[in-house]
C-alpha cells in the first residue's frame, strides 16, 4: 500500500454530480488522479439550494430531524434552538469508539471521495464549503484515521465515518502526507480553521455507505487482477506438470457458454500456445485427463469472471446513491425520509466475493501440491528441490512452501462465512436490520491478502517448476517464456535451501506490476 502521495499528473476529477467509475475510485486511493469540483453554475446552484431549502424549512415549520431532533430511537426528542449548533458535533463525539486496526492510507482516501461522491449528488442539504473542505483533505493529502471496527453496516458506517467528520472540525488524528499526527496540527500548520457542522452536515456526513463502499472498489480491483493472474499461474503449472493442453479447446467451452469461463479458457489456450491449432485437437491425448485443478480452472476462476459484471455493477450503483437520511430534495421541496444507508447490496457482493476468491486460493493451493509431489508431477524432482544429486538429500526445495500455502488458503476458506446473515438488532431497536456491510468488506480484503499469499507461494513455485521442467522439454510457450522472464528478474531460482519470506513478501506488494499487460483482452 502506498504510504506516501506519489507525484500526480494535473489531470483531475471534477465532481458534478455525475457518475463515477469505481476506477476513478481507485486512482484517487492510490494517489494517481486528483479531484476538484465543477466550476458548472448548474451543480453549484443546486448545491447550494440544499441548505437553502433547509433554512427555510427550520423558518416555516421548525422541526426537521438530525437537525431540531436526537438522532435514532431519540427523533421524538426536541433540541433546544440554542443548543442545534452543538448537534452534530454530539453525533461525531459520541461515535468515537472505533476500534481495531486502523484503514490504511489508500482506503482511507477512497472514503473521502466515496463520500464525497454521494454529497455532489445534491440532495443532502450540505452546503459548497463541505465539499471544497472534503476536497483540500484529498489535495492536501491530510486524510482521517480511521479505525476499521465498529460499524454494522446501517445506519450506514456511523462510527467510521464519525472520524471523517471529526478531522473536518479539527478533532482526532490524521495521516499528514503519510505520517500520523494530530488533525488540530495539520490544520494550523496550514492557517486553516477547523469547519464547524451547519445543520444537518454531521448527519450527512456519517450516516452513509462510504466505508463499505470504498473498501468494496478496493476489493473488486484487486480480485479483478487476481483472476487474471490466477489465469497466468494455472497455464504455467499445466506446463510444467506436463498436463493436456487440450482441456481448453474452444470448441469444448462453446458447449457450456459462460462468457466469463469461456475467456478463461481462451486466455489459457494463449499462454499454452493453443490458440491457432483447436482444429488439431487429437480424439485421444497422450494424457486423456488431468485432475480437476487444471483441468477444471476454468471452471473455477470463470465463476469469478462471470461474476465481475454483476459485482460492478452492485457497486458502482452504491458510489453514485445519495445514501443518508433524510434527503433533502431542494427542486420539488421535499424532505424524504428513509433507509438508503442500508449496505445491503453491498454486503451481499462482498460476501460473495470473497468466497469466490477463495475458491481460486483453494484451486492453486492443489495445484502446488500436485507440483511437489513425484506421484503426480510427472518427473519433477521432490519437493521442486533444483539440487544436484549429490546434494539431493539435504534439500527441501518447497515442502515448507506448501505447508503455508495450505495453511493461508485454509484461513481464507474459513473467512468465507457470509457477514450479511449476521444481523443484530442495536440502537434501542431502532437499528433493528443491519447489514453489516462493513464487515463483510473487511473480511473480503482479507481473503484477499491471504489469497494473494498464496498466489505469491504458488507462482515462486510454478517459477521453479517451468525452469525444472525445460531442462527436460525446451519448448515452453513464447507468452510464458516472456512472463517467466519478468519473473525471474524479481526471484530466483532455488537451488541450495534458502529462507524464501523476502521473496514473498516482494511478490505480495509487487502483485498489481506482476498483472501489468497480463491478458489484456
Not at 475467456?263 to 488439431?280: E, Y
Not at 449476521?422 to 440502537?427: A, G, K, V
Not at 433493528?432 to 464487515?439: A, C, L, R
Amino acid at each position: 500500500m502506498t504510504d506516501t502521495l506519489p507525484d500526480r499528473s494535473s489531470t483531475r476529477l471534477h465532481l458534478d454530480g455525475q457518475t463515477v467509475e469505481l476506477e476513478t475510485v481507485l486512482a484517487v486511493a492510490e494517489g494517481r488522479l486528483r479531484v476538484a469540483l465543477s466550476d458548472s453554475p448548474e451543480f453549484r446552484e443546486r448545491i447550494a439550494a440544499g441548505p437553502a431549502f433547509l433554512e427555510r424549512l427550520l423558518e416555516e415549520e421548525g422541526v426537521v430531524y438530525g437537525v431540531t431532533t436526537g438522532y435514532g430511537d431519540a427523533c421524538t426528542r426536541s433540541v433546544p434552538a440554542n443548543q442545534h449548533a452543538e448537534l452534530p458535533r454530539h453525533l461525531y463525539t459520541f461515535h468515537g469508539c472505533g476500534l481495531g486496526e486502523v484503514l490504511d492510507i489508500e482506503s482511507a482516501r477512497a472514503v473521502v471521495l466515496v463520500r464525497l461522491v454521494s454529497l455532489c449528488r445534491g440532495v443532502s442539504g450540505v452546503s459548497l464549503d463541505l465539499l471544497e473542505r472534503l476536497v483540500w483533505l484529498l489535495e492536501e493529502d491530510v486524510i482521517p484515521v480511521i479505525p476499521a471496527e465498529g460499524s454494522v453496516g446501517a445506519s450506514g458506517d456511523l462510527t467510521p465515518l464519525s472520524y471523517l467528520a471529526a478531522v473536518l472540525c479539527g478533532e482526532r488524528e490524521v495521516f499528514d502526507r503519510g505520517q500520523r499526527r494530530p488533525a488540530a496540527e495539520a490544520l494550523a500548520e496550514r492557517n486553516l480553521a477547523p469547519y464547524r457542522l451547519r445543520p444537518k452536515e454531521g448527519l450527512a456526513l456519517m450516516n452513509g455507505t462510504a466505508v463499505m463502499t470504498a473498501l468494496a472498489c478496493l476489493a473488486y480491483g484487486r480480485a479483478e487482477r487476481l483472476s487474471r493472474l490466477a489465469t497466468r499461474i494455472t497455464a504455467m503449472n499445466a506446463w510444467a506438470l506436463d498436463g493436456n493442453p487440450y482441456h481448453f479447446d474452444a470448441d469444448l467451452f462453446a458447449a457450456k457458454p459462460h462468457p466469463g469461463q469461456q475467456r478463461v479458457a481462451a486466455r489459457l489456450r494463449r499462454d499454452l500456445g493453443q490458440a491457432d491449432v483447436d482444429d488439431a485437437t487429437p480424439r485421444n491425448s497422450s494424457r486423456l485427463q488431468d485432475r480437476y485443478s487444471t483441468r477444471c480452472a476454468p471452471h473455477v476462476i470463470g465463476v469469478l469472471e462471470d461474476s465481475l459484471p454483476w459485482l460492478r455493477s452492485f457497486i458502482e450503483n452504491e458510489l453514485n446513491s445519495a445514501n443518508d437520511n433524510p434527503l433533502i430534495e431542494p427542486v420539488v421541496g421535499k424532505v424524504m425520509h428513509g433507509g438508503h444507508f442500508y449496505g445491503g447490496h453491498i454486503a451481499f457482493a462482498m460476501d460473495s466475493l470473497k468466497t469466490l476468491v477463495a475458491n481460486i486460493a483453494d484451486l492453486l493451493d492443489r495445484q502446488l501440491a500436485l507440483l511437489v509431489d513425484t506421484r503426480y508431477n510427472h518427473g519433477l524432482p521432490a519437493n521442486l528441490s533444483g539440487a544436484g544429486a549429490c546434494r539431493a538429500a539435504l534439500n527441501h526445495g518447497y515442502k515448507a512452501v506448501q505447508i503455508g500455502v495450505s495453511a493461508w488458503t485454509a484461513e481464507a476458506l474459513k473467512l468465507t462465512m457470509p457477514a450479511s446473515v449476521f444481523s443484530r438488532s442495536t440502537e434501542c431497536h431502532n437499528q433493528d436490520k443491519v447489514s453489516m456491510g462493513t464487515i463483510a468488506a473487511r473480511d473480503a480484503l482479507r481473503v484477499l491478502a491471504l489469497t494473494e499469499q498464496v498466489v505469491a507461494g504458488v507462482l515462486h513455485g510454478a517459477c521453479q517448476a517451468v525452469d525444472l521442467r525445460r531442462a527436460l522439454d525446451t519448448r515452453l510457450p513464447p507468452v510464458l517464456a516472456a512472463f517467466q522472464q519478468r519473473c525471474r528478474e524479481c526471484i530466483a531460482f532455488v537451488e541450495e535451501d534458502r529462507a524464501l519470506e523476502a521473496d514473498l513478501r516482494y511478490l505480495c506488494a509487487h502483485m498489481t506490476e506482476l498483472t501489468e499487460g497480463i491478458h489484456g483482452d
